[in-house]
């Protein structure tokens, strides 16, 4: 469930590139919790 999601805001990140990198930030951290 949280793959999809995040390629969505990685997507959304190129219209929107301060937004995209708040989101970016937050898939990392996402990431890291999840041991990746």
Same mark, same amino acid.
């Given at each position: ?8 805001? +990685? ?9 995209? +990198? +708040?989101?970016?930030?937050? %898939? %990392?951290?996402?990431?890291?919790? +999840?041991?990746?």
């Amino acid at each position: 469930m949280i793959t999809v999601p995040s390629q969505s805001m +990685l997507f959304e990140g190129e219209q929107n590139p301060a937004y995209g +990198l +708040l989101r970016s930030r937050r %898939f %990392f951290v996402e990431a890291i919790a +999840l041991g990746w």
